[in-house]
């Protein structure tokens, strides 16, 4: 039946039964992206990892709801968990045709108009005098309507207004800081290209002309800086059961809340299970697989205090 069919506002055009959603096309989804911020978050490892030591009412029952995010298997938590948080327990409505001789009662939508259509008149001419009737009666927003706001899901899109790409990038630039705190912000953009226009790395910082408003290193540090402040946004608010959400202000920072014991284990667990991550990404888009394939290659030995921010040479 119509209504036993998942529907996601996330998945745009996915309405294939249950059994059939495998995680592939979820991957490819903003559902990922709420996944990976969560496994960020420093509050909700710590709900994972020592319970008794969360506090905090809001990450525990997060943590309690998502289940355990400490490892990394995105395919079997979207089939066992993820799919059952975000599905909408409603399908959206859609506009259908009355029966008016049919004779049985007929329900309407709690929020509708009724419109006759004449089919003796051309389809654009429909199309306008419907539009028109809409704008009279200031009944609907147009786009600006905030789909969000109608889900059903268990766990809610905060907006559908989001650039993926943006979302994609805003992660890595936060993993990037959280591996290596000390590196400079510049820094983490040009390794992990965000602006390739941006030539960096063979340029004399020190000696950049005096008569320039902005440097390609102030452009670059200003461009990732703005990924920075976005996903922290995001990570803090992910917690609460909000993503992506960047305009929300978070009085505490996440990843300064733990107790100096705690952090330190979170940042050995980070590093455990994400620096590979990080690096082969590096690798990626630099494209650097051929060269770091190779075992003797002098950018294999190059590679580590490249990305450490030690050296701009690889």
């Known amino acids: ?103 049985d009662p007929i329900a309407l939508y709690s929020k509708s108009v009724v419109v006759e259509i004449p089919l003796t008149i051309r389809k654009q001419t429909i199309l306008r005098g419907v539009k028109a009737i809409l704008e009279q009666q200031g009944v609907h927003d147009g786009r600006g309507l905030d789909l969000a706001k109608t889900s059903t899901a268990t766990l809610k899109l905060f907006t559908l207004r989001y650039r993926m790409r943006s979302i994609e990038a805003s992660y890595w630039v936060l993993l990037y800081r959280l591996l290596y705190p000390d590196i400079a912000t510049w820094r983490i953009g040009d390794r992990l290209r965000l602006a390739p226009g941006l030539i960096v790395r063979d340029l004399n910082r020190d000696g950049w002309s005096g008569d320039q408003k ?31 959400d960047a305009q929300t202000k978070i009085s505490i920072d996440s990843t300064k809340a733990l107790p100096l014991m705690q952090a330190d284990r979170w940042l050995s667990w980070l590093r455990e299970e994400f620096a590979l991550e990080l690096e082969q990404n590096i690798i990626r888009r630099n494209r650097l697989d051929r060269q770091v394939a190779l075992p003797d290659s002098k950018t294999r030995r190059l590679l580590p205090a490249f990305i450490a921010g030690e050296s701009d040479n690889i």
Request: hydrophobic letters at 40%; proline letters at 5%.
């Open 214 to 244: 902005t440097t390609p290193f102030d452009r670059l540090h200003s461009l990732t800086g703005r990924h920075l402040y976005k996903s922290r946004r995001m990570l803090a608010n992910v917690e609460c059961g909000r993503f992506p």
């Open 1 to 103: 039946m119509e209504q036993e069919r998942p529907f996601f506002k996330g998945l745009p055009g996915i309405s294939r039964e249950a059994e059939s959603l495998d995680g592939l096309a979820a991957r490819d989804s903003i559902y990922y992206w709420w996944w990976a911020f969560l496994r960020l978050n420093p509050k909700l490892w710590l709900a994972w990892e020592q319970p008794a030591l969360m506090q905090d009412s809001s990450a525990r029952s997060m943590a309690q709801l998502v289940g355990d995010l400490r490892y990394n298997t995105f395919g079997k938590w979207w089939k066992t968990k993820g799919a059952a948080l975000f599905v909408e327990a409603r399908r959206p409505l859609r506009v259908r045709m009355l029966n008016l001789d049919s004779g």
